[in-house]
């Protein structure tokens, strides 16, 4: 994401200066925000996967393991 994020801020001094249209400028923010979309999304199914390794071994939420709230 950096990588994008440089050349927006690139473009956008590219533009300031007259040396690109406004459309390079465009093309860099779309491509910045794509990268970032991908970020989350890699983000997300990695605390996913995380949570089903955690149920796949038996894993529990409860405060106080499986058998919480006591059974009368």
């Given at each position: 994401m950096t990588a994008a994020t440089r050349t927006d801020h690139l473009a956008n001094?590219?533009?300031?200066?007259?040396?690109v249209d406004y459309?390079?400028?465009?093309?860099a923010?779309?491509?910045?925000?794509?990268?970032?979309?991908?970020?989350?999304?890699?983000n997300t199914r990695r605390l996913m996967s995380g949570v089903d390794l955690?149920?796949?071994?038996g894993g529990n939420w409860g405060r106080h393991g499986p058998d919480y709230p006591p059974r009368p």
């Open positions: 001094v590219q533009y300031r200066e007259g040396a459309l390079q400028v465009v093309i923010q779309t491509a910045e925000l794509q990268a970032r979309e991908d970020l989350i999304t890699i955690v149920r796949a071994m």
